[in-house]
């Protein structure tokens, strides 16, 4: 499997970012691709498998899952199928299968003061608390990708020559003012990030200003007929678009195009607009308690009587913000963000949920949360990228051959850490780095990576603590973005932001329309766009969120790119109509797979009190490995990956 890795990543060299076609014809790049391909059959792996995990494409005589080569060196600009590539846990996987890395028998390549494995947020975050503590140290950084920020991805897409930057997977700083703590906001400070400048840079008015409104997608599939049904006035959790804004249909009106029968638009009706106490003799602890042990599916159908198909309307809602289908969301969680059908049980709500539906989402970079990252690597490395503010952050050309360069500070790329053990006062650390075992030794270290493999890694962890990490299993999600070169079908729909009620896209939207540090946004439906779309891999009749994942996860492995495609070109095509011609209007596409994506939060549908503990037992130091990301608090946001960093280096500094 590992020869297998080096033969993909071979073969991703050995193609150009232009085919030269006097010095490198494409003929001779698909001979040596070919030769590779042999190898890797020779090795044990499948045809598939390896061109899935290169996706390599010239005139598509290689393979159906297309990858062009902007820059070979600038992974932002790589199209195909990104994110967790095949190449990126082929090496973690190997391990928790039970291959055995011989990293005793390797002489150590030298000693640093700070090991930090993973270089998301969390793990860039600790880096530089690290550094303001100890200005002198050496610190390392390994990752398993071939790109720094983890789920904070930056993706780069052209339409002739026009420049799109969007993001591949963390959004946006959301509800900075209500959910950050002090420590998560001082590191935006310090990093020069004016959180009212970029509520100027978010234009909040473009869609409304056109008249788009949201919509809702019924496939015939499910419905008998494919229809779209705008002016969605359904409230959103971490909303840009201002409720006045929205264009929404009356509620009676907006229903009435449902393709339900009378009987059961009525019903949806009432959903929105009665106010019924189920329990009106009940507190509101006993009503929060009873909305805790029930699911929103079974609360619409249970309680206010919906059929199976108008509840469908709802089944998909939650994918996007909680890779959740309403079945395993509990009803309590639904309530609190906003879902219709609690109106009249009197139900107080939390500041913090207060915050998601209030505070709008529109601390946003083009790029999304990769700017943050971008912003702490060029921090840690000054010689990687030029500037020193968030606006230059944004077109800052960031030189990937230094990020190994700097003596003090270096982060290495496409490195797996298969192995650490507290050994005489430091950690002796083992890890592959491009196919070649590696072995180092560190004096502290910062475990920033996926909870769920570090029992595969440690073996010396306590079985309450391997079993606590084990719990942290994470959301399959899928980021794909579409390059238009224009957007006026949409336009001519009338909607920005679709909702599928049954499919393969749970949401099919039009990027957030942000410009600043001389990146400039589409200005008019006749300019070039990204299409933003979001699949979860999250079926109905699992026993509990955990197995739905796992399952959703081992789905989407398998999931080549052309899979992808296909979907976001009949879904596309049934919401814009005519209107919309793949060939025409399509100019690239980039598959965000994120197969550990979401970390996992408490679900109180199957989870008891007592797994709440757990996060703290998980979370516990072990010798001079101190244990971030967020991960540790069961939280999915970028704030609760920076705190936990934090907590992580403070833990590190009370050692001897």
Known sequence: MIRGLALQVEAQRAVPARVDHERRPPEAVHSRVSELVEAAVAEGMTRRDFLNGVAISLGGTLTSAPMVWAQESYPPALTGMQGSTDASYAAAHALRDGQAFPFENLPSAGDVDLLVVGAGISGLAAAYFYRQRHPRARILILDNH?????????????????????????????????????????????????????????????????????GLLFKREAFGIDKLVTGDPTRLVADDIPPEHLHARPIRAFIEGFPLDA?????????YQERRDFWPRDSIARKIERLASLSYHAFLTKHWGLTQGAARVFHMRPHHFYALGSDLLPAFVAA???????????????????????????YHFPDGNASLARLLVRKLLPGVAPGNSMHDIVLAPFDYTKLDADPRTQLRLESTVLSLRNVRGCVDVGYIERNRLRRLQAKRVVYAG??????????????????????????????????????EPWAEAGV?????????????????????????????????????????????????????WQAGRQRLQSSPYREFERHAFDELS????????????????????????????????????????????????????????????????????????????????RLA
Not at 201 to 213: K, M, V
Not at 263 to 271: D, Q, T, W
Not at 479 to 484: D, E, G, N, P, S
Not at 498 to 507: A, L, P
């Open 574 to 653: 049934r919401i814009l109509g005519s209107r919309f011609d793949p060939e025409r209007d399509v100019a690239g596409i980039t598959v965000f797979r994120w197969g550990h994506g979401y970390a996992y939060g408490f679900n109180s549908l199957f989870d008891s009190d007592e797994e709440l503990s757990l996060q703290d037992v998980a979370r516990v130091p072990v010798g001079r490995v101190a244990i971030a990301n967020s991960d540790a608090a069961w939280s999915a946001y970028a704030h609760a990956a920076i705190d936990e960093a934090a907590r992580a280096v403070d833990e590190l500094s």
């Open 263 to 271: 009987k059961a638009r009525a019903a949806l009706v009432a959903l």
């Open 496 to 548: 920005h932001d679709v909702h599928n009620t049954i499919g393969f896209y749970s949401r099919l939207k039009l990027d957030y329309p942000v410009s600043m540090g001389g990146y400039r946004f589409a200005k008019t439906p006749r300019d070039p766009i990204v299409a933003h779309l979001v699949h979860v891999p999250v079926t109905a009749g699992h026993r509990d969120q955990r197995a739905a």
């Open 336 to 362: 609190s963000s906003g879902y219709p059908g609690f109106q009249g049980l009197g139900l107080p709500i939390h500041p913090s949920d207060a915050a998601k539906l209030e505070e709008p989402y529109i």
């Open 450 to 487: 996926y909870h769920a493999m570090l029992p595969y890694i440690m073996r010396e962890l306590s079985e309450r603590q391997r079993m606590a990490l084990s719990r942290s299993v994470k959301a399959p999600i899928v980021y794909v973005k579409v390059a238009l070169r224009n957007w």
């Open 146 to 214: 071939d790109d720094f920020g983890g789920h904070a991805r930056r993706c780069e897409m052209r339409v002739g020559k026009r420049l799109l930057i969007t993001y591949g997977g963390s959004e946006s700083i959301q509800s900075p003012y209500s959910l950050w703590s002090e420590p998560a906001l001082s590191l935006l400070r310090e990093l020069g990030i004016d959180l009212q400048y970029l509520e100027t840079a978010f234009d909040r008015t473009l869609y409304p200003n056109l008249g788009l409104s949201r």
